[in-house]
């Protein structure tokens, strides 16, 4: 009986035997295509990385020298009074705002222009200066959008008739937001309206709840020409408020106030020392 199963196993084993060697060999080349065709798409993933960084670094290169000729070309525009009339300057300062509001402040560039308007005889005068005060509302509009997007906003209405009424000021409204954890309380008034200007001054007071039970106040002049990437209060917790002037006529003024981090401000904005240090310091919070 024990020879009859050997016999069985052997018979067996010899079945077998070249089928192991060609499973082996099936295993040994299968791991071989499937190590080949891992490194090939390896390959070709970087491969095509490498493409497209350089690509997209050629694009930048080719575009940062498209703007910094416009830019060249635009800014002389300026610095050469006679050569050039009302028209030109003012499609100049269009190119110049809408391509780089981003990283520049226009304010003095708006108020040159808008200086020379008025002291201009041109007919057309009154045209010139509702386009210079619509493209400002329209960089305005452009910044907020990006600025509400990331942060917190609220708007206020301002009635002349009451601020006439009022002694010392006009307060408005206060409001609450909360941004990234940090709630603070925001408070406006109206010291002063000059029409002629198109020009509001006011006072922002910002108190920051379960810190602090002092506001931190500033006063400061808000027309058309000031942008909020650019035109802003430093906070704690390197955090920026801004406020905007959407609309101002005979009757009153509409206001928006943007609560937004202080990484949207502005490309000149440099980061100070305090800053770093509270950076470091929240950062070292949250591990």
Known sequence: MENKEKDLWDKMAIILHP?????TALAVGLLGYYTTTILRQNETRQTNERIYTEL???REQAESGLRKDMFLSIIQTFFRPESAGLEAKMLNLEMLAYNFHESLNL?????????QITASTDPEKT?????LNQVAREISTRQLVLLEQVGKKFGRTVDFDKFRASRGGLELEPEKLTLDNTEREFMLSVLEVNLQRRELTLE????????????QRRSFHLGYYDFP?????RLSRDQRAAVVLNQLDEGGADLTLVYFPGSYASLKEKVSYDEVVERLRVLSEGQ
Request: glycine letters at 10%.
């Open 19 to 23: 089928l192991n060697g060609l499973l």
């Open 56 to 58: 997209m670094s050629s």
């Open 107 to 115: 304010k003095p560039l708006f108020g040159h222009m808008d200086r």
């Open 127 to 131: 045209g010139y200066v509702n386009r």
């Open 204 to 215: 922002l007071g910002v108190r920051t709840l379960r810190e602090s039970s002092q506001p």
């Open 229 to 233: 990437m650019i035109d802003n209060t």
